[in-house]
């Protein structure tokens, strides 16, 4: 499988990554529930499948708890990413995500988050959201430098979107930057240039558009984009829109990794065929490209 330099991290990673909200369980948010074997046989497909980056949070209901369960004992064949500022408060019948922004929460999250992930490191700790501002009068980067320290983070990242994410990158101390892309939703394209140009490494979510205008949760939205830029016209025979969607992120110079998330089966496959089939031609990409800014241009 493809991999690339996550910027300055010197980590190698697969560019098909995998994120884990999907495996969130019962109780949180959503429709589907993926129950136990299916968490199990999911993360180990990943593993078996080459994919070496995995993305989770103490957001995402027990999804932490299932990476220690399930593949802590194969910890030496992934790099684990999770993240902080979380205080998710469990209702009796969904999750509610918060978050705050103090040493003492990153703290409870960091000690929380190795415990469930039975792991003693954590390769990259990220802020799960927040701004500049606040991040620096709390002194949160000195606190995520302390873990360093102590071992048990191995470099800090950032997650997060626009508008805060200018000032974030213009800090200048995030070994990653976390961040939406895809072809119908480009609207970070900038962030990631500019983020990679200090040598960040790149980490995208969204990148197969949330599945797209096959999705079985359906987003508006980004099925506009799809029809009116007339995105069919330029699928080669045989190749899924997903297949267009993905390939066009991993074709963007500045995707070191993207997180897919699915708990579907088949759509696993088809994901990681569509990565192995690398790169959108040129002219492809461009044309894709000039549509979809057409696009965005008169709306
Ligand atoms: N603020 C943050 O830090 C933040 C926020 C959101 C997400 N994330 C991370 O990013 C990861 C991915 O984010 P995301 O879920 O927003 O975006 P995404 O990966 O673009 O979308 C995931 C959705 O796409 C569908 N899908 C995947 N492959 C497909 C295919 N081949 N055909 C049709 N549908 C397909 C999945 O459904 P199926 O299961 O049916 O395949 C799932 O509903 C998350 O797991 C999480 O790790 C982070």
Redesign the pocket.
Known sequence: MQTRTLGKTGLEVTQLG?????LRGPKTWGV?VVDENEADRFLNQVLDSGINFI???PD?GIAEERIGRYISSRRNEFILAT?CGCCPVQHDDHLEVKHEWNAELLERNIETSLRRMRTDYIDLL?F??GDAETLQSEGLVETMLKFHDQGKIRRIGM???LPNLLDLIDLEVFDTF?M?Y?CLSPEHEDCMNRAAAQGAGIII????????P????QRENLKTVWERSKLDELLDVGM????LI?RYTLSHPNCHT???????E???A??LA?ANKGPLAPDVFAEITRRVNQHIAHN
């Open positions: 995998y994120g884990t909200m999907g589907r993305d989770t949070s995402y993240k990220q799960h959201g997650s997060n979107s976390q939406p895809s979510r969204g990148g197969i558009a949330k599945g797209g096959d999705a079985e949760i899924s829109r997903a297949e993905l993207t997180i897919v998330g699915t708990c579907n088949e759509h696993f088809e994901n569509s």
